[in-house]
């Protein structure tokens, strides 16, 4: 299927000037680092800079290896802070951050088509949704359907709901684990000094620290879920998987422990040490097992999907180099071309 580069400039461009609510605009066909963006996102001057730029491959992103890789050294070294590349041809976004003076991006990420596409800029993030790019048509129900003539759901539905299932699993597991670590896990008898016999109980934090403590590690890596991007995200989707593992370790070890309430009936006598005897233990254990389950699910999850969700805006973030200038309003469209023309950059 051959589609219309300048179709799908302009399906961004409406997407994204519907969310830039007088931030800032978006044009097309405008010089940048020398040479002519397809898209450009311009923050509000003056003067105004260029905070994102976007090109679509015109043929298969392999034939214009020696263009594209000249236009991202330009943009890298000017500072542009985000470098969206459209490969209509290969249904495939790829996204690149970070720009370095010496004319690379630090990190590229590559999406399919029918994924969102998650463009942060200062104070603010950009949904471009893919599946309204010409050239993939809809079925009856709305669903884009690509070349192969698979159907896939709307990509914006399927992070957010993947996003909020991550968010529930792992506010279930937490509670369920916080909740029952301080409820009795194990009970018995121990014969005192005097011949009586006294009833001990212990609970799940006495006998085991370790799903209480993994479980707090688990919320905390669901909210730095929304801090970091890329492979930052997906080590801390294996951080929170790696947590609720423990969890399910450390109740399982609580479910059978016997010397923890050993410890608990000697601190009840004042003694070096005791025996409890009829030990035993109550259902609460396995209630932290079924959480540190779910816990263990959202940290998959966030493996499975969290490249695509979104994360907070560049605010947040460490201050960088200034993003590159974008050209003065006063200049006409034909004296930028002739500055093109000449070999001089119209944005310096």
Known sequence: MTTDPHAIVRAAAGQIGAQLGGRGEVRTALPVSGVTADLAVLAPGPPPVVEAVLDVAPGPAADEEDRLAGRLRAHAASGVPVYVVVDPAAALCTVHTDPEPSGHYRTAEQLPFGTDLFVQLPGRTLVIGTDAFPGTPADPAGHA?????????????????????????????????????GRTWAEGVVAGATGGRTAVS????????????????????????????????????ALAALAGLGVVAGALIGATDTAGLDAEAAGRLALAGAHAEQVGHTFWPWVALAGGVLLAAAGLLTLRSGRGWPAMGARYDAPTRKAAAAPRPTDSAAELWKALDRGEDPTG
């Open 202 to 237: 212990a609970t799940g934090s006495r006998l085991t620290g370790l799903p209480g403590g993994l479980a707090l590690v688990a919320m905390a890596a669901a909210v730095a879920v929304f801090a970091v991007r890329g492979h930052a995200r997906t080590a801390v989707g």
């Open 145 to 181: 359907v690509g070349d192969s003539g698979r159907v896939s759901s709307s990509p914006s539905n399927n992070s957010r709901r993947s996003l909020a299932l991550m968010l529930l699993l792992t506010v279930l597991g937490a509670v369920l684990v916080l909740t029952s670590v």
